[in-house]
């Protein structure tokens, strides 16, 4: 099923294994995609690994904690292609592991600057040339520690309620203008960065065991979910966390 035909979409950290999925999805739906990344050395190696599978991204080097680049970027997306269907803000880093009497200042002003203050620009960026054209969707990135909370992790867990409120609120102010506005909460994903961050198996056995479904998800898994918010199949849901977690946070 091709829910994007003729449609743009736009993906910030696009280079990362989240970023690259949701990119993959989405013009594997038909969507004009438009891949942004801070960091044009992966962006490029994101775009020719992706090619082999037949899919050719838009890709534009971008630091999402540049206001005024944002704006110029979306600006000139919406110039370039007439329109913008889906945003998708899925730039985030995970910050240091510290107890938070610990925690270096400068460390959390780059959490926040990169986690919450990015989606800020991109929501500011996006919404006014949805509103114009009267629909639009927008689908940011928070996660688990959206709702729960792990040790040494402090700001990166203010950071993803943050987005959780952005989200909610932004759903609300633009819901009656044909803008919906969620959120996807992913637990633990195996990806190149946290395999990096957490290289041994027995610790993803052990992650995946805290999990309902006994397993930890995929970026795939991710990016069915933001390719579900952004399409019509959820033209109801708006002002959502939508968590991906293999009932994690059932317990």
């Known amino acids: 099923m091709r829910r994007y035909d003729n449609k743009v979409a736009l993906v910030t950290g696009a280079a990362g294994g989240l970023g690259a999925a ?5 013009a594997q739906e038909g969507a004009h995609v438009v ?5 044009a050395g992966r962006l490029d190696a994101t775009c ?37 269907d ?21 460390a959390w002003d780059r959490v926040m600057r990169v986690n919450v203050s990015s989606v800020f620009y991109g929501l500011r960026a996006q919404l006014p040339h949805m509103v114009r054209q009267g629909h639009g969707a927008i689908v940011n990135i928070a996660s688990i520690m959206g709702t729960v909370a792990m040790r040494s992790i402090a700001p990166y867990v203010a950071s993803k309620h943050a987005v ?6 932004a759903a609300l102010d633009h819901g009656h203008q044909g803008v919906r506005v969620n959120a996807v909460g992913p637990s633990f994903v195996r990806t190149g960065f ?22 930890t998800a995929t970026p795939a898994d991710i990016a069915a979910a933001v390719a579900f918010l952004g399409s019509d199949d959820a033209r109801f849901i708006t002002g959502q966390l939508y968590l991906v977690d293999g009932g994690y946070t059932a317990a």
């Open 194 to 215: 946290t395999a990096a961050a957490l290289p041994d198996d027995g610790t993803w056995r052990t992650l995946a065991g805290q999990h309902a479904l006994s397993d």
């Open 48 to 84: 020719r690994t992706l090619s082999v599978q037949g899919v050719v991204l838009d890709p534009l080097v971008l630091d999402v904690t540049d206001a005024a680049a944002f704006g110029r970027t979306v600006d000139d997306v919406v110039e370039r292609w007439g329109r913008l």
């Open 35 to 39: 891949a942004l990344d801070v960091d």
């Open 22 to 26: 949701m990119c993959l999805r989405l």
């Open 164 to 169: 959780v409120g952005l989200t909610k609120g």
């Open 86 to 106: 889906l945003a998708v803000n899925n730039a985030g880093i995970g910050g240091d592991l510290q107890p938070l009497a610990d925690y270096p200042l400068e």
